[in-house]
């Protein structure tokens, strides 16, 4: 059974780095593409970047430098990690993953997690 | 980025016919997907590369297009269909969203 999960800190203070972990099950990273998306509350989803099968990355460039995502296949665990966090950057944080190639959509996703940035 | 618009809400009764529309600034290719969202919970893929029905997805939905215009069609729809839809695209980097159709069944 293919499965997400995001774990990060509720709040952080501005300026500060956000980091969350996305631990997944039923599926090994060598073989699943996983999108890091977030989502303000009240308003749409935004893909922020994504870890290929292959270890490649990919970024939006609307988060310049200020994005990294990792992994550590033995543990299952896709990062991300995001620097001189501001207000905007408040919003629930999903990480989705697909088997199926980079033009293929992800099909699972995790719960989510909210993460509140404060002055 | 490829923007896409939808329409921000649409309000319909049950047993009815909905299309909720996306259009993208630039082709996509076929390379659309549609994702349903209820509140509080995370977006379920409904339809991907324009027209697959993604598996475990009721056959009352449907997607079509290509190039710079899509649909997504609920028939007909159920009270359980309240939510808000989002298209996607992946053939531009960055992957890029729509900004929502709240579906609201009266």
């Known amino acids: 059974q293919v499965q997400l999960k995001e774990t990060g800190p509720d709040l952080v203070q501005l300026t500060q780095t956000l980091s969350i972990t996305c631990t997944v099950s039923?599926?090994?990273?060598?073989?699943?593409?996983v999108h890091w998306v977030r989502q303000p509350p009240g308003k749409g989803l935004e893909w922020m970047g994504a870890m290929w099968n292959g270890g490649g990355t990919d970024y939006n460039s609307a988060f310049k430098s200020r994005l990294s995502i990792s992994r550590d296949t033995s543990k299952s665990q896709v990062f991300l990690k995001m620097n001189s966090l501001q207000t905007d950057d408040t919003a629930k944080y999903f990480c989705?993953?697909?088997?199926?190639?980079?033009?293929?959509?992800?099909?699972?996703w995790g719960q989510g997690v909210m993460v509140t940035v404060s002055s | 980025d490829t923007v896409l618009t939808q329409s921000p809400a649409l309000a319909v009764s049950p047993g009815e016919r909905v299309t909720i529309s996306c259009r993208a600034s630039?082709?996509?290719?076929?390379?659309m997907h549609w994702y349903q969202q209820k509140p509080g919970q995370q977006p379920t893929l409904l339809i991907y590369l324009a027209s697959n029905l993604e598996s475990g997805v009721p056959a009352r939905f449907s997607g079509s297009g290509s190039g710079t215009d899509f649909t997504l069609t609920i028939d007909p729809v159920e009270a359980d269909d309240t939510a808000t839809y989002y298209c996607q695209q992946s053939w531009n980097d960055p992957l890029t969203f729509g900004s929502g159709t709240k579906l609201e069944i009266k």
């Open positions: 630039e082709s996509v290719s076929t390379l």
């Open positions: 989705a993953g697909t088997m199926y190639t980079t033009d293929y959509p992800p099909d699972y």
């Open positions: 039923g599926f090994s990273l060598t073989t699943y593409n």
